[in-house]
């Protein structure tokens, strides 16, 4: 999160700005300094220019099995921040036997994006289903319904969620929208699954008029 900032730590000085800029020029070329140095313009706030700040990309996660929350900026521009994807794969882990996943970025991104198209940018989602180990997969395909035998939550490409103050129709119907991946929709237990792989849907005991999706 702050390694955008590290580089241009003391740029306001003059005595350190021209040492900084060598430096620069011998790592990236000169090409790259003229960018970066635009680029502190703007995070200085010094003076004016037309390059906009990077876009930061900020998950609000609720955890409904452990009752946990997070608060996380992963991605400024096209830049991912490894803390806080190390993080977010933590708050992600098994729910039964703790196991941590390498989560596909495209995952949090496609949240990220839902999350906007329903109105609700930074708002917090509920997550019901993270990451699943093979073994955890297995025992919930015995105990419960609706689990698949490959499912890409064993991949950590997918994600049960629910957002408040979304109708959980229209959070379907968004995803499916975005065409992003796979859609599925679990009305009973009201949540929606998506995920980064192919882009497919599926309605889990539903009636001819949720399968309709209207
Ligand atoms: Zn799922």
């Given at each position: 999160m702050q390694a955008g900032s590290a580089i241009f730590?003391?740029?306001?000085?003059p005595r350190t700005e021209p040492r900084i800029v060598k430096i620069i020029q011998k790592c990236l070329g000169s090409g790259a300094v003229a960018f970066l140095l635009a680029s502190s313009c703007v995070a200085g706030g010094a003076r004016t220019s037309s390059l906009r700040p990077l876009p930061v990309y900020r998950l609000r996660l609720y955890?409904?099995?452990?009752?946990q929350h997070i608060d996380i900026v992963y991605r400024r521009g096209n830049q991912y921040i490894p803390s806080a994807l190390a993080k977010l794969d933590y708050f992600l882990?098994?729910?039964?036997?703790g196991d941590v996943p390498g989560y596909n970025p495209g995952v949090f991104n496609l949240l990220v994006r839902l999350a906007a198209a329903v109105g609700k940018p930074n708002g917090e989602i509920d997550v019901i289903c993270g990451y699943r180990s093979p073994a955890t997969n297995h025992y919930l395909r015995v105990h419960s319904?609706?689990?698949?035998?490959?499912?890409l939550h064993m991949k950590a490409e997918a994600i049960d969620i629910r957002i408040p103050g979304v109708n959980t129709d229209s959070l379907r119907e968004t995803a499916l929208a975005l065409h992003r991946g796979g859609v599925g929709y679990y009305p009973h237990s009201n949540f929606v699954h998506v995920d980064v792989g192919g882009v497919r849907q599926w309605c889990f005991e539903c009636t001819a008029r949720q399968v309709a999706g209207n």
């Open positions: 730590r003391g740029a306001k000085s955890e409904t099995h452990r009752r882990r098994d729910h039964l036997n319904a609706g689990v698949a035998l490959h499912s």
